[in-house]
Nanobody
């Protein structure tokens, strides 16, 4: 059974940093794209960043230059380093994996495995 487990969320002041981790088990995603989505209260889920098995990345425009997605294929883990956080970044962040593809998609329906989410709150 595939499991994605996120960690690293929490409360941080504006301008601060957090690093999210997502550890996958039950399947080897080393050649597959993995992604971070987020959903703020009352809003639709949106793609924050995604990365292929070979390291190609895509970012939401509003996080470019502040967030960095990376992965450790040996650990089957994907990370999201978030710097210069803003109150608008407040959301539940979800890890996702597309076990059927080798290139990333921006469509949530392409990701067939999801984590339970971790809350990120940016507030003073």
């Amino acid at each position: 059974q595939v499991q994605l487990v996120e960690s690293g969320g929490g409360l941080v002041q504006p301008g601060g940093s957090l690093r999210l981790s997502c550890a996958a088990s039950g399947s080897d995603f080393s050649i597959n794209p993995m992604a971070w989505y987020r959903q703020a209260a009352g809003k639709q889920r949106e793609l924050v960043a995604t990365i292929t098995g070979t390291g190609s990345t895509y970012y939401l425009n509003s996080v470019k230059g502040r967030f960095a997605i990376s992965r450790d294929n040996a650990k089957n883990t994907v990370y999201l380093q978030m710097n210069s956080l803003k109150p608008d970044d407040t959301a539940v962040y979800y890890c996702a994996a597309d076990g059927l593809s080798t290139w990333y998609s921006t469509l949530p329906r392409m990701y067939d495995s999801w984590g339970q989410g971790t809350q990120v709150t940016v507030s003073s």
